[in-house]
């Protein structure tokens, strides 16, 4: 035997040992729809650069029609956009909306940005009735835009990873929320809170401060978070996006 042989079966044992592990699966792309349609169309884009590395998501725009034609058993969430609740909720109709409430109470998440914050609630004809919140003082919903400060709760800061307590956020009339009463659905545990306020338009100052700006809340099987202000708009909280879907998303199975 070479004297040389002692060392190599040293170096290649642990080698020949590794080559012979079975390989672990590949990690399965978070598969999102995104709602681009009358009332959401121009939303997607936003959306969409915050979904990186690009391989870590299969991201999709969709439409109502196929939202309606059961699109979203190909999906683990949906995004909601920016844009227009009610306009939204017209156009899934009740078809579209009875898809989405289907999707997430099956175990799907919903993420509802500022548009999809609205739909998500439970205080209009034409809500989800997936998140138990109202909406505080409907009649000044369009009550300006501005940068916000946020406030985040300790499960907030958890969710979303991050480690301040405060941070500003671009605002665009997104609803002020609170609890609702709806009597089938749990409560939301608020993520976040407004600091401070937008109050244009005739809006009354002191409404805005201190009603929810980020909840989340289980559905069904499924969860649901709906972000009131515009994270995706705001350069350094890009993150927030990814974290709210990673909270939603089904546990891998």
Do not use: N
């Given at each position: 035997m070479s004297r040389f042989t002692p060392i190599l079966l040293v170096v290649l044992l642990p080698l020949i040992a590794r080559a012979a592990e079975p390989a672990a699966?590949?990690?399965?792309?978070l598969r999102v729809a995104i709602y681009t349609d009358v009332g959401g169309a121009t939303a997607a884009p936003n959306v969409e650069k915050c979904l990186v590395p690009a391989e870590a998501y299969a991201a999709k725009r969709v439409t109502a029609a196929q939202i309606r034609?059961?699109?979203?058993k190909d999906f683990d969430v949906i995004v909601q956009p920016g844009g227009s609740g009610s306009k939204q909720a017209e156009t899934l109709g009740e078809e579209g909306r009875e898809q989405i409430r289907k999707f997430v109470d099956g175990g799907g998440g919903y993420v509802g940005i500022c548009a999809g914050a609205y739909l998500a609630s439970s205080d209009y004809k034409w809500s989800l009735n997936i998140l138990n919140a109202k909406?505080?003082?409907?009649?000044?919903?369009?009550?300006?835009?501005?940068?916000?400060?946020?406030?985040?709760?300790?499960?907030?800061?958890?969710v979303l990873s991050l480690d301040k307590e405060q941070v500003t956020c671009e605002y665009r009339q997104g609803p002020l929320l609170a609890p609702g009463d709806h009597p089938t659905l749990p409560a939301y545990a608020p993520l976040a809170t407004y600091l401070t306020e937008v109050a244009k338009k005739g809006a009354p100052a002191g409404v805005?401060?201190?009603?929810?700006?980020?909840?989340?809340?289980?559905?069904g099987k499924g969860k649901v978070i709906a972000i009131s202000p515009h994270p995706e708009k705001t350069p350094g909280l890009e993150d927030v996006i990814r974290k709210a879907l990673a909270h939603v998303a089904p546990a891998p199975g």
């Open positions: 699966p590949p990690v399965r792309p034609a059961g699109a979203l909406v505080i003082d409907k009649e000044h919903w369009a009550r300006g835009t501005g940068p916000v400060q946020l406030g985040l709760s300790a499960e907030g800061r958890k805005m401060k201190d009603t929810t700006a980020i909840a989340a809340a289980p559905f």
